[in-house]
């Protein structure tokens, strides 16, 4: 069973491009979602996730909702914040590790838990 999940993840992630409404389309897909869906899991209005959806840059909190929101393994969201235009930086920023801690342990839950799991660490999202 894993070995199917990751075969499916690596494949999403190769049709993946540089451009961000074919990234956030085809994710949607994937997942079975529209923006109406997106923008109730992540608690981000609809109108901006279709202006992320189609080009706009956005924060990493914004980002992280979507990265959560969609279920996304780690192969996967590196590249899609990535082409969201905010990549985490773990290295020098604090907040960006406890993020990336949370992406990595909570990504299969609910962005509620997420954001419970970063406020025990003084980050918000």
Do not use: F
Request: glycine share 6%; net charge neutral.
């Amino acid at each position: 069973m894993r070995k199917k999940v990751a075969d499916e993840e690596r494949s999403i992630r190769m049709k993946m491009t540089d451009d961000q409404v074919q990234c956030i389309d085809l994710l949607l897909e994937w997942r079975g979602k529209n923006y109406v869906d997106l923008a109730a899991d992540t608690g981000i209005s609809e109108r901006t996730i279709r202006r992320i959806a189609h080009g706009e840059n956005t924060s990493v909190a914004n980002g992280v909702r979507i990265c959560i929101a969609l279920h996304l393994s780690p192969i996967i969201r590196g590249k899609l914040l990535n082409v969201l235009g905010c990549p985490l930086d773990i290295t020098r920023n604090q907040e960006h590790m406890w993020i990336n801690e949370a992406l990595c342990l909570k990504y299969p839950e609910s962005v509620e838990a997420a954001v419970a799991y970063l406020a025990d660490y003084g980050v918000k999202i």
